[in-house]
């Protein structure tokens, strides 16, 4: 049985408007499905369901707006299924884009904030170390969780808005101190610190790490202390893409794993395993379905969302290729945030960009927007996410490598 | 493990409840509807994946739990609507993707696929190919066609 509070009943009943109610109905639907016995304040939220662009999806975003529900608590949006501000130049189908523009009207006008990235906790509105939120979009999960140490679950596309909307999600699961313990120990042996500083090395561990625990809280000892938030992000989007998970310890890094012990809440792992060079070099190649000299169509990188870090980076890699330009062939976009486009407006870095064939791409993700043309064959990326959904979304065969190994090859024109 | 052409009974808990009947299609990997399934087609589209092209439509689709994409629930709505569904989905784990998918397209269209949990040692005795039937209270039927003794069917 479900308990409700007062003030729940009240939102059942309809006493907050017929979109409060239809969103608590669905927050208390979900619940007694899952058998949860009752309900929690959450004070923050990050909507995933604004992505996809369906004709579901936009019938029930504009249901509930058409309802007048509002969300009760500040609330981020992840990418969206359109750049909003550059579609027309990306040839982007005009009545998709205005379903889209529809879609994204529809939750804007329910008080969302127009972040419009997969990546918000490089963003704006931070979590705050313990804090109890819903986010939606699996990376924001994992980031959230592990390196903020925010409270949060895997909220599925709907239910992320209708926690939003109630201020309400089932109390259970990452909320709950008790199953945040660690259970699986990756042991990184034998791997130079100079390797962990290659952007791929992130994507590749996280990718084994999923693949091995699946839906366990994975423990990492033995990562370089010089980690930064961009390598943390692409180690949970990849972890979070090929297992399932939602929230990891690094000991001496994240917030929860001072030491082994403190991860493990006093006990022991239930299994330890090694990351040796060669298991790095097995996921790398596991992540790679094209061949080497394959005919290269585009590089897609961002993703999750390019931070500044990441465009300047990026700009090295391109100086350093002493290349004025990608084969004609190739294309080579990045996806970005407005957040941190902004940062890179007015910088010098842009006319490098430009020059060197770069297509930025703000507000959304190739996987939701049509931005590729239907010939393309081969792309590449340095995401363990990208590379690991690209073959079954995209319908295209991947290569994975490092940043600089993408912009050598987007000169070369093959991977 | 059983005995040839004997219906097999589970009881499994109605998470989403309703009743449905079909043969079975049955993973032991963790599969995300996201990246997975192709809401036009019903068909499995992770590369990765062991029943990869298999087609989900009207099966009774047994897979242990969601993994990956939050996304999972907006697939599963969608595939409702265009009439690619599952029969039926039935976990050895609770998957609220699945749960909400169902719920929301009950609130939008009336219609839902329901979703069964079993144990996970019930769940490993599901083969790809059975015949299902779900009652409402969960119970589950399965008749399994008589194999040869080459052990093909």
New interface residues.
């Given amino acids: 049985m479900l308990h409700l509070s007062r003030n729940d009943q009240q939102m059942l009943e309809g006493h907050f408007g017929p979109g409060c109610q239809?969103a608590m109905?669905?927050v208390v639907?979900?619940a007694e499905?899952?058998?949860v016995p009752e309900l929690m304040d959450v004070t923050g939220a990050h909507i995933?369901?604004c992505?996809?662009l369906?004709?579901?999806?936009l019938?029930?975003a504009e249901?509930l707006a058409g309802k007048g529900a509002k969300v009760s608590i500040p609330t981020t949006l992840s990418m969206g299924p359109l750049d909003l501000q550059n579609w027309r130049k990306f040839n982007i189908d005009p009545s998709f884009a205005q379903k889209a523009i529809r879609q994204g009207k529809a939750y804007e006008s329910m008080g969302c904030i127009p972040t419009w990235t997969c990546a918000p906790y490089q963003s704006y509105l931070t979590p705050r170390f313990g804090q109890q939120i819903a986010w939606?979009?699996?990376n924001a999960?994992a980031y959230a969780n592990s390196v903020l140490g925010a409270r949060t679950?895997?909220?599925?596309?709907?239910?992320?808005i209708c926690a939003a909307i109630t201020g309400r999600v089932p109390r259970c699961g990452l909320h709950l101190q008790e199953n945040r313990k660690g259970q699986v120990l990756f042991q990184i042996t034998d791997i130079p610190a100079e390797a962990m500083q290659g952007d791929d090395f992130y994507s590749a561990l996280g990718y084994l790490i999923g693949v091995r625990t699946?839906?366990q809280i994975p423990i990492i000892v033995g990562m370089s202390a010089g980690v930064t938030s961009d390598n943390l992000k692409a180690l949970g989007a990849a972890a979070?893409?090929?297992?399932?998970v939602m929230l990891f310890h690094a000991v001496g890094i994240t917030p929860e794993a001072a030491t082994v012990d403190q991860a493990c809440h006093g006990d022991k792992p239930r299994q330890v395993i090694e990351v040796t060079p060669q298991d790095i070099q097995r996921a790398r190649n596991e992540l790679s379905?094209a061949a080497k000299t394959e005919h290269l169509d585009a590089v897609i990188l961002g993703c999750p969302h390019f931070s500044f870090d990441e465009f300047r980076q990026l700009a090295e890699c391109i100086r350093a290729s002493r290349a004025e330009h990608t084969a004609s062939e190739t294309r080579f976009i990045v996806k970005t945030s407005r957040t941190s486009y902004s940062l890179i407006e007015n910088n010098e870095m842009l006319d490098l960009f430009e020059g060197f064939g770069v297509e930025i791409t703000l507000d959304t993700c190739v996987?939701h927007t049509p931005l590729l043309a239907p010939e393309t064959k081969v792309i590449m990326t340095n995401s363990g996410k990208c590379a690991?959904?690209a073959?079954?979304?995209l319908g295209v065969k991947v290569a994975f490598g490092s940043m600089q190994q993408c912009v050598d090859s987007a000169v070369r024109g093959c991977v | 493990m059983i005995e040839n052409g004997k219906p097999i009974h589970l009881q499994a808990?109605a998470?989403?409840p309703g009743s449905a009947q079909g043969e079975a299609l049955v993973t032991n990997s963790?599969l995300?509807f996201?990246?997975?399934i192709c809401?036009e087609t019903g068909e499995i589209?992770?590369?990765?994946h062991e029943k990869?092209g298999r087609i989900v439509t009207g099966k009774i689709f047994a897979f242990p739990?969601?993994?990956?994409?939050?996304?999972?629930?907006?697939?599963l709505?969608?595939c409702?609507?265009a009439g690619t569904a599952p029969a039926a989905i039935i976990n050895s784990?609770?998957d609220?993707?699945m749960?909400?998918?169902s719920?929301?397209?009950d609130?939008?269209?009336g219609k839902s696929v329901p979703?069964f949990l079993l144990s996970e040692a019930d769940f490993s005795g599901l083969c790809d190919g059975d015949f299902v039937h779900i009652n409402p209270d969960g119970r589950i039927d399965i008749s399994r066609q008589r194999r040869d003794p080459n052990g093909s069917q």
């Fill in positions: 239809m109905r669905i639907r979900l499905a899952c058998g995933d369901g992505g996809l369906s004709e579901s999806s019938l029930f249901t939606g979009e699996s999960v679950n895997r909220y599925a596309d709907f239910h992320d699946l839906n979070a893409s090929s297992g399932s379905t996987f690991y959904y073959p079954g979304e | 808990r998470v989403i963790p995300s996201w990246g997975g809401s589209i992770d590369r990765r990869s739990n969601g993994r990956g994409s939050s996304t999972s629930s907006a697939i709505l969608e409702i609507r784990q609770v609220s993707a749960a909400l998918g719920i929301v397209a609130e939008l269209y979703v």
